[in-house]
T-cell receptor, first 114, second 114 residues
Framework: GENVEQHPSTLSVQEGDSAVIKCTYSDSASNYFPWYKQELGKRPQLIIDIRSNVGEKKDQRIAVTLNKTAKHFSLHITETQPEDSAVYFCAATLSSGSARQLTFGSGTQLTVLP | GAVVSQHPSRVICKSGTSVKIECRSLDFQATTMFWYRQFPKQSLMLMATSNEGSKATYEQGVEKDKFLINHASLTLSTLTVTSAHPEDSSFYIC??????????FGPGTRLTVL
């Protein structure tokens, strides 16, 4: 099955700086890669996703890049703000006609220091 | 976006008792729902896939007799933790898949077994 590795496990940045979180996946058939933000005790919230036919996607301060050959994808947050502090999870799956079963990375605790 | 609810949000029970957690898709029908468990500072681990009208599919290492799943309708799946023990204490999160194969998470249920 799919295996997703995520680094770093913790990341502290100064407000206004950029943050980068990286993930690798094992199954070359995976074609959908979402990123979730989870605040303590709350549900994961989808913040951005990318499909395997695209190399990069951007939404305001958040961007995701995908390298299919190397089987890794990254989350980039620019101009970080204290409210960006949370745990971020990457995930990978094969999106086909059947329901999408996600495999999650281990998570990154991002702390944005004011 | 689609809304998924869970009930209860928190439950405290004595060791040996059973606890039922409900997951509902409020504004869409979900033929498939997923149940996850999340221990403190860890990632979401898929426990089982719940399919309406059929038996759930459990991940390796998850005891199906201990974690009973019933997906009786297109909007409701239930997870019953039978004979709960302190090591079952965790954050249980469900998710539901809509017709566009998008996954929406419930708010989670914090189970504490004394």
């Amino acid at each position: 099955g799919e295996n997703v590795e995520q680094h770093p496990s913790t990341l502290s940045v100064q407000e206004g700086d950029s943050a980068v979180i990286k993930c690798t996946y094992s199954d070359s058939a995976s074609n959908y890669f979402p990123w979730y933000k989870q605040e303590l005790g709350k549900r994961p919230q989808l913040i951005i996703d990318i499909r395997s036919n695209v190399g990069e996607k951007k939404d305001q301060r958040i961007a995701v890049t995908l390298n299919k050959t190397a089987k890794h994808f990254s989350l980039h947050i620019t101009e970080t703000q204290p409210e960006d502090s949370a745990v971020y999870f990457c995930a990978a799956t094969l999106s086909s006609g059947s329901a999408r079963q996600l495999t999650f990375g281990s998570g990154t605790q991002l702390t944005v220091l004011p | 976006g689609a809304v998924v609810s869970q009930h209860p949000s928190r439950v405290i029970c004595k060791s040996g008792t059973s606890v039922k957690i409900e997951c509902r898709s409020l504004d869409f029908q979900a033929t498939t729902m997923f149940w996850y468990r999340q221990f403190p500072k860890q990632s979401l681990m898929l426990m089982a896939t719940s399919n309406e009208g059929s038996k759930a599919t459990y991940e390796q290492g998850v005891e199906k007799d201990k974690f009973l799943i019933n997906h009786a309708s297109l909007t409701l799946s239930t997870l019953t933790v039978t004979s709960a023990h302190p090591e079952d204490s965790s954050f249980y999160i469900c998710s539901a898949i809509d017709t566009y194969n998008e996954q929406f998470f419930g708010p989670g249920t914090r189970l504490t077994v004394l």
